[in-house]
């Protein structure tokens, strides 16, 4: 390894969007994040979306889906009526 071109390795606080802190080492003394295994999902079984400027509801909007997943009810008048085929005879 080279001499003076790595960085420093100090004992680091990281701090979390919910208030958790926790020791470890990093190359930086302070480090911030948004979700740590106390409030995330996956960790908590908690079944909550986590969001960022609005993609979920973009989603769900744009494939016309609810918050459980499910097709939400069909608009009224918004969808063209098939033609039937006429009859000849």
């Known amino acids: 390894m080279k001499a003076k071109i790595h960085p420093e390795y100090v004992e680091a606080t990281v701090v979390c969007a919910c208030g ?9 003394p302070r ?13 908590t079984g908690e079944q909550r979306i986590v969001d960022t400027a609005g993609r979920v509801e973009r ?18 008048g918004g969808a063209k009526a098939k033609k039937e085929p006429e009859a000849e005879g």
């Open 20 to 28: 958790n802190t926790w020791q470890t080492h990093a190359t930086k």
């Open 31 to 43: 480090l911030h994040v948004e979700v740590c295994s106390h409030c995330h999902p996956f960790f």
């Open 59 to 76: 989603f769900l909007k744009r494939y016309g889906l609810q918050e459980s997943g499910r097709p939400a009810a069909a608009k009224v």
